[in-house]
Nanobody, 123 residues
Framework: QVQLQESGGATVQAGGSLRLTCLGS?????MAWLRQIPGREREAVAT????????YSSDDIKGRFTISRDNDRNSMYLQMNSLKPEDSAMYFC???????????????????WGKGTQVTVAS
């Protein structure tokens, strides 16, 4: 069993930055950040495999967010810059050992989940 714990969520002004951290008891090969706004479906934001090769949900996200991982520390990060009010959401860390590692992966494929960290961007 893998435990995941997110941290780093906060309330910031539009244009600001945040760095989210996902600390795991282990670091499965595929790790991902997803987010959910109340009343809407959860959506993938970015994924990263042990061997690298990050994927992002859109060019906009790719231009503002950077996903990274430190396998020695069983950790994954999401650096978020130029934050917008529409980025406000609960951000979740998810992971799995095997299978395709992409923002197009069905979230049901993730074996392990954190409880989430809230990001609020004020306009």
């Amino acid at each position: 069993q893998v435990q995941l714990q997110e941290s780093g969520g906060a309330t910031v002004q539009a244009g600001g930055s945040l760095r989210l951290t996902c600390l795991g008891s282990h670091a499965p090969h595929c790790m991902a950040w997803l987010r959910q706004i109340p009343g809407r479906e959860r959506e993938a934001v970015a994924t990263i495999h042990t061997s690298g090769g990050p994927t992002y949900s859109s060019d906009d996200i790719k231009g503002r967010f950077t996903i990274s991982r430190d396998n020695d520390r069983n950790s994954m990060y999401l650096q978020m810059n130029s934050l917008k009010p529409e980025d406000s959401a609960m951000y979740f860390c998810a992971a799995k050992w095997f299978g395709r590692c992409s923002v197009n992966t069905n979230e049901e494929g993730y074996q392990y989940w954190g409880k989430g960290t809230q990001v609020t961007v004020a306009s």
